[in-house]
Nanobody, 127 residues
């Protein structure tokens, strides 16, 4: 069974930075695209960033382009989200997720493409 555990969330002032980590326990982590999603209070969960199985292709929501960077270290079964120049509207619970398919070149934006999810880590950005 694949398990994902997020870490690195916390409270940060607007303009600050955080790096989220997602540790994945799974034999075939490197075969799967990965994604980061977030959910703010009263809002639907939304796509933040995706990365292909090899790490070669990345995609970002318009709201985070230029500020967030998704990356992975397949040898360590780790997924990361570097968040810079954080804004209050970035406040949300952030989730990492593993794509259901193998060898997808990009991390899908649709959450129903992912079958394993972490429990989330809270990111709070103060103004």
């Amino acid at each position: 069974q694949v398990q994902l555990v997020e870490s690195g969330g916390g409270l940060v002032q607007a303009g600050g930075s955080l790096r989220l980590s997602c540790a994945v326990s799974g034999r075939y982590f490197s075969r799967h695209a990965m994604g980061w999603f977030r959910q703010a209070p009263g809002k639907e969960r939304e796509f933040v960033a995706g990365i292909g199985w090899s790490g070669g292709n990345t995609d970002y929501a318009d709201s985070v382009k230029g500020r967030f960077t998704i990356s992975r270290e397949n040898a360590k079964n780790m997924l990361y989200l570097q968040m810079n120049n954080l804004k209050p509207e970035d406040t949300a619970v952030y989730y990492c997720a593993q794509d259901s398919s193998e060898f997808r070149g990009r991390g899908p934006a649709a959450e129903d493409e992912y079958n394993f999810w972490g429990q989330g880590t809270q990111v709070t950005v103060s103004s």
